[in-house]
């Protein structure tokens, strides 16, 4: 039985090509977690959910096979690419650097409305450590982080800061799950960083805050994998 997909459309109101709609279709689940890393991808299968030929499927996992978010194998067929922990370590390294300067261009645009949204999410991760859930923390970090980097001025910043929280979609859950005692910790780092907002810190107080955040949740990572290469 097919999926009803409606077809959607591009910015600039013009309609997507098969391929593009299959394409954002099962990116979405991949990113989500719900087609986890070493999910297969049947081309057959996913055709007849989409209401489509193979032709424009393949076209859709081959460009998500460039992206690292899916691999095709021999004699196996397409698979959601497995943590690939090299790739990891470079986008955590990388949003961390991007994230820092984004928060800190922000500065001077986040209001005091956005502080307290950034507040309540960081006291609804504080009530999720009571009943640990990864997928549930991970979405709300994400949310806490784009509140205050959401201000930015450059939007070409703005674009590879979420560039990168989706190259990490499949891998972040995969982090509180291993080191779970590091979700109270960034908690506790998220509230410092609001704080030194709150106390009007400068931006290099404040971006050096936000590195050292990401980098300290890289850190208990690579310790939980210490044959890392």
Not at 10 to 32: C, H, N
Not at 205 to 210: D, F, R, T
């Amino acid at each position: 039985m097919s999926t009803a997909v409606a077809s959607p459309s591009a910015p600039g109101g013009e309609s997507l090509s098969k391929a593009q709609i299959a394409y954002t279709w099962v990116r979405e689940r991949i990113v989500s977690g719900d087609y986890a890393p070493g999910h297969r991808l049947v081309l057959s299968t996913l055709a007849a959910e989409l209401d489509m030929s193979v032709v424009p499927v393949r076209e859709a996992i081959r460009q998500l096979e460039a992206e690292g978010l899916a691999n095709f194998e021999r004699n196996v067929g397409a698979r959601v690419a497995m943590i690939d922990e090299a790739r990891y370590v470079e986008s955590m390294e990388a949003l961390g650097i991007l994230e820092g300067a984004a928060t800190a261009m922000a500065l001077s645009s986040i209001s005091e409305e956005d502080l307290a949204q950034a507040q309540d999410l960081n006291d609804q991760l504080r009530v999720t450590l009571e009943d640990f859930d990864p997928k549930t923390f991970t979405e709300l970090n994400h949310r806490f982080h784009n509140v205050l980097t959401c201000r930015c001025p450059n939007e070409r910043l703005i674009e590879l800061v979420n560039a990168e929280w989706e190259k990490l979609g499949h891998l972040r859950e995969s982090t509180f799950s291993f080191v779970p005692g590091r979700a109270a910790e960034s908690v506790a780092e998220h509230q410092r960083i609001l704080d030194l907002i709150e106390n009007r810190a400068t931006s290099a107080q404040v971006e050096a805050a936000v590195r050292e955040h990401r980098a300290a949740t890289l850190a208990s990572y690579l310790a939980a994998h210490p044959n890392h290469p």
